[in-house]
């Protein structure tokens, strides 16, 4: 049988993932485990809920215990943060949504990246901007 090596799947879960900054791994990683690194670069982001590993690599991963900040999308965070530059988590929007009916997340997300800006590639896992999986989320609980 031919078994090929495909370097954006992750090697536990078998999830395609996507490329993330060496910025976001250098400010999510805890410093002594960036020491252990061979390097920061071409590091790839699980998304998958139920997967350990938070980013890898060939002969590297990168578990939730060498962050300095939980990762929302994983099953086991809790809170489950959504917007890290801004503060918002699932469980702040499900209570906008019991209250109100609806949530302003996205008003205000956005309003705060139009005004003070945000910092997704220091701040979210992924890198990326959040917008996405807020709405997501917002979907989900709607």
Known sequence: MLSFYTKDVCPI????????????????????????LLSIE???????????????????????EHLIKEVGIKEWSSPKTVCYCFNWTKEKISDEI???GKTNAIEDISGKMNSIGCDCEHQNPSGKCCLKDVKKVIK???
Do not use: G, R, W
């Open 13 to 36: 879960c078998k999830d395609k993932a996507k490329e993330v900054s060496p910025i976001t791994i250098k400010s999510l990683v805890k410093n002594e485990y960036i020491k252990e």
């Open 98 to 100: 019991s209250k109100f």
């Open 140 to 142: 989900e609980l709607s």
């Open 42 to 64: 071409d590091f790839f982001y699980c998304q998958t809920p139920n997967c350990e590993v938070i980013y890898f690599k060939p002969n590297e991963i990168i578990k939730q």
